[in-house]
């Protein structure tokens, strides 16, 4: 019975060591572009007049970028399936004076998502998911940035708006450097990252970590995230700011000078510097929590 028993392992293993092999060898002579096309789209605008700027996508990662010109550009690049490809464009319209609205990829009766063998090669050949769209920005201050996404990440490298609104159902966001007055950053499922912040900040986020490092903090930050820690840096600190800082599952640091403490325990903190007038609230259900100066 033993014997029978591995004989039979023995031809199971042997089995499947024949279809790797036979995988490996498909694999290889897999023509990778066979049914895909190439997607590439731009459209741009003068933003002499243009102090408003709304970007949505369904399928699509975001990245803005310094412009050399004094135009706005939207660039969409990639390869999707044949099928899909043909109906994923760029629309954009100008609304009133001073407003430009941009739809990638939005009709949502005939851009579908899926999954098969094409779209497996769409992934592979893009690293990733199958359409990037990169903003290039002149540099201005905007009245208004409103950018949202579905699938697919927001990248920002330098941007300047008196309002920054970024959202995404699925997808990181990212901002190296914002200058303006009021930063509000929400994803269902993604890590939000400052590098550089100031004024109001509202940073959310159901499933992910959240760094920030910010100066010249607004009336109110929050920052908050159900699952995922929060690192907090404010560089210099303000001279009056009140703090509560809470989690339900971690641990609560907080490492600003000349902080008068009115509630400390290991996962929850309430303090005040100065005069208290900014508030700085943070909330984490599941992670910890970490503000700190320089």
């Known amino acids: 019975m033993k014997r029978g ?3 039979f392992l023995l031809i199971g293993l042997v089995c499947f ?3 790797i092999i036979g995988a490996a060898l498909s694999f290889k002579t897999w023509d990778m572009n066979e049914g895909l096309a190439n997607v590439d789209v731009e459209k741009k605008i003068s933003a002499a ?3 408003t700027l709304s970007i949505q996508t369904d399928i699509s990662k975001v990245t803005f970028i310094p412009s050399d010109t004094n135009e706005i550009k939207v660039h969409l690049v990639g390869m999707l399936s044949k099928d899909r490809a043909k109906d994923c464009t760029i629309e954009a319209v100008t609304e009133g004076s001073n407003a430009w609205r941009v739809d990638v990829c939005k009709d949502r009766k005939k851009i579908h ?3 098969d063998l094409t779209e497996l090669k769409s992934l592979i050949l893009n690293r990733g998911p199958g359409l990037r ?3 290039a920005l002149p540099d201005k201050m905007f009245k208004a940035i409103t950018v949202a996404s579905d699938t697919g990440s927001i990248n920002f490298k330098e941007v300047k708006a008196e309002k920054l609104t970024a959202s995404a159902d699925t997808g990181s966001i990212t901002i190296e450097s914002y200058i303006g007055k009021q ?3 929400q994803t269902d499922t993604g890590r939000i990252t400052v590098g550089e912040g100031q004024g109001e900040v509202k940073l959310k986020t159901d499933t992910g970590s959240i760094s920030a490092k910010l100066h010249d903090i607004g009336d109110s ?3 908050q995230s159900d699952t995922g820690s929060i690192r ?3 560089d210099p600190p303000p001279a009056g700011a009140s703090f509560d800082l809470a989690t339900d599952v971690g641990s609560v640091h907080l490492d600003i000078p000349d902080v008068t403490m009115t509630k400390q325990s290991h996962n929850s903190i309430k303090g005040t510097i100065g005069d208290g007038s900014k508030k700085i609230f943070l909330r984490t259900d599941t992670g910890s929590i970490n503000v700190s100066g320089k």
Request: hydrophobic letters at 60%.
């Open 5 to 7: 028993v591995k004989f």
């Open 17 to 19: 060591a024949v279809g």
């Open 49 to 51: 007049n243009i102090d």
């Open 113 to 115: 998502i899926n999954f």
């Open 133 to 135: 769209t990169e903003v």
């Open 183 to 185: 930063l509000s950053a």
């Open 221 to 223: 930050v929050t920052l």
């Open 232 to 234: 907090l840096q404010l």
